[in-house]
């Protein structure tokens, strides 16, 4: 996070320098063959830049795209962690109840008459019957 005064240079050093410097080093990680479709990056001009991580950075402005465009599918951040969580994630079906379009389900509501001590009583009735997944 980088803070300062207005005018003091916080967005060149953020996205002219680390930015530029971290794209660089991604770009590099891609095959030669990618990395002639990937715009080529200079080297930021700084004499010392050391121990600089994998960033990503969100700029004031709109992405573009979509609307719902958020970093995830900006980055591809999602799709990445679709795959970790294909690859190492275990398959799960909680109880039947766990889903809502798992559950057949009737229910219903209405008024009965009855007859108590002489008298004829109206009272209102309803039921619920919750239904599960197949066992099969």
Same mark, same amino acid.
């Given at each position: 996070m980088f803070t300062g005064v207005? +005018?003091? @240079?916080?967005?060149?050093?953020? $996205? +002219?320098?680390? *930015? *530029?410097?971290s794209q660089r080093q991604i770009n590099e990680t891609y095959s030669t063959f990618v990395q @002639? $479709? #990937? %715009?080529? #990056? *200079?080297? %930021?001009? /700084? !004499?010392?830049? !050391? @121990?600089?991580?994998?960033?990503?950075? /969100?700029?004031?402005?709109? #992405? @573009? +795209?979509?609307?719902?465009?958020? /970093? +995830?599918?900006?980055? !591809?951040a999602n799709a990445m962690l679709r795959i970790l969580f294909s690859r190492l994630g275990k398959p799960h079906i909680g109880s039947p109840q766990a889903f809502s379009f798992n559950v057949a389900s009737i229910s219903g509501a209405g008024a009965v008459t009855l007859e108590r001590g002489g008298k004829t009583v109206k009272e209102r009735r309803s039921f619920n019957i919750t239904g599960g997944m197949c066992t099969l």
């Amino acid at each position: 996070m980088f803070t300062g005064v207005s +005018g003091s @240079g916080k967005s060149s050093l953020v $996205f +002219g320098t680390i *930015a *530029a410097e971290s794209q660089r080093q991604i770009n590099e990680t891609y095959s030669t063959f990618v990395q @002639g $479709f #990937m %715009p080529t #990056m *200079a080297r %930021p001009d /700084v !004499d010392v830049l !050391d @121990g600089l991580t994998t960033a990503i950075l /969100v700029d004031q402005q709109r #992405m @573009g +795209g979509d609307v719902r465009s958020t /970093v +995830g599918t900006a980055t !591809d951040a999602n799709a990445m962690l679709r795959i970790l969580f294909s690859r190492l994630g275990k398959p799960h079906i909680g109880s039947p109840q766990a889903f809502s379009f798992n559950v057949a389900s009737i229910s219903g509501a209405g008024a009965v008459t009855l007859e108590r001590g002489g008298k004829t009583v109206k009272e209102r009735r309803s039921f619920n019957i919750t239904g599960g997944m197949c066992t099969l």
